[in-house]
T-cell receptor
């Protein structure tokens, strides 16, 4: 039972444009959501998070949107840079410290 | 502040052997979680320790075990290794239930 799904395994965008990564979840008990960025052979790096009491959180070029009714969240990166090329994982927590991850989306930003 | 460290970084074992991996969390973090990453399964939660007690456990067989010491350092052990145990094993630490910070991982190869 895949409780967190990232339906796009890959995304390619041009440098300077917006990257939008999407994530859907099924467990209504999830109340905290996070995005991680991962390079090969390294651990995931925390990017940004959002609590279920909010619908938007911004940090520099990164913005996460949460639509609780649709059980959907998205990560917007504006403007996209070549250094953003990595695998992005969304994760959800039900306050039990266990993180449930999506399958990841490979973002490629072309110069 | 030093990040999460994991040792060893790379390990090669043969089927039937056992292995112990170590994780030192960020100073002050009391929660340590372990994850397995494989190409086909993504990031899967193994278990989480808080103040030397296992607080959460994922759906892995009993061959996978762990413990946490009074200084919050954690070890995980895999006994009777199988080929399918080849993976990147990631450790993450957090203050409690919020953002988890990942170490670089231990790449285990079982031959």
């Amino acid at each position: 039972d895949q409780q967190v799904k990232q339906n796009s395994p890959s995304l390619s965008v041009q440098e300077g444009r917006i990257s939008i990564l999407n994530c859907d979840y099924t467990n209504s008990m999830f109340d905290y959501f996070l995005w991680y960025k991962k390079y090969p052979a390294e651990g995931p790096t925390f990017l940004i998070s959002i609590s279920s009491i909010k619908d938007k959180n911004e940090d520099g070029r990164f913005t996460v949107f949460l639509n609780k009714s649709a059980k959907h969240l998205s990560l917007h990166i504006v403007p996209s840079q070549p250094g953003d090329s990595a695998v992005y994982f969304c994760a959800a927590s039900d306050r039990g410290s266990r993180l449930t991850f999506g399958e990841g989306t490979q973002l490629t930003v072309n110069p | 502040k030093a990040g999460v460290t994991q040792t060893p970084r790379y390990l090669i074992k043969t089927r039937g052997q056992q292995v112990t991996l170590s994780c030192s969390p960020i100073s002050g973090h009391r929660s340590v979680s372990w994850y397995q990453q494989t190409p086909g399964q993504g990031l899967q939660f193994l278990f989480e320790y808080f103040s030397e007690t296992q607080r959460n456990k994922g759906n892995f067989p009993g061959r996978f075990s762990g413990r946490q010491f009074s200084n919050s350092r954690s070890e995980m052990n895999v006994s009777t290794l199988e080929l399918g145990d080849s993976a990147l094993y990631l450790c993450a630490s957090s203050m409690d239930l919020e953002e988890q910070f990942f170490g670089p991982g231990t790449r285990l190869t079982v031959l």
